[in-house]
């Protein structure tokens, strides 16, 4: 994308996400080793040797565009993750405050829901892709303002 707007003559570093993305990476991890103390890492590491060219392009991502943050394997249960780290709720940018939403991929997704963030997960996603229209109805939306007195 970044080479087509170049061809085009303009500013390839204007390509990034517009609003705040996370992506996490989740394991696809193999057991080949188990009932020794170091198994996990064992797994891991065969993991991160199989993936090596994706993690890569990945950790590239990571530091090519802003506003994108990508959380690595072996850092928790994405459930967990989403949860404990991610999830903002509400954030706040250009004088607007935005809702937080998050697209999965499992069932799991929406548990975030919980928190109040908007939560889409792996039957959504299905209904979505397999041409069952539009998930999230738009509302029209009023302005708030906060006087200090």
């Known amino acids: 994308m970044r080479d087509a707007v170049t061809k085009l003559g303009g500013d390839p570093e204007k390509v990034n996400p517009v609003c705040p993305a996370d ?30 060219e994706r993690f890569q392009f990945l950790k ?18 994405v459930h967990q993750v989403n949860l404990e780290y991610l999830a903002r709720v509400v954030f706040h940018q250009d004088g607007f405050f935005y809702p937080d939403s998050l697209v999965g991929t499992d069932s799991h997704t929406t548990m975030i829901d919980g928190l109040g963030v908007l939560g889409w997960g792996k039957c959504e996603n299905i209904y979505i892709y397999s041409g069952g229209g539009k998930y999230l109805v738009s509302h029209q939306l009023c302005k708030f303002s906060h006087l200090k007195r």
């Open 60 to 77: 590239w991502g990571s530091t090519a565009f802003r506003n994108m943050r990508i959380i690595p394997p072996g850092s928790g249960i």
């Open 23 to 52: 992506l996490v990476i989740d394991h696809s991890i193999q057991v080949d080793f188990n009932r020794k103390a170091d198994s996990v890492h064992k797994n891991q590491d065969l993991e991160f040797d199989r993936n090596k």
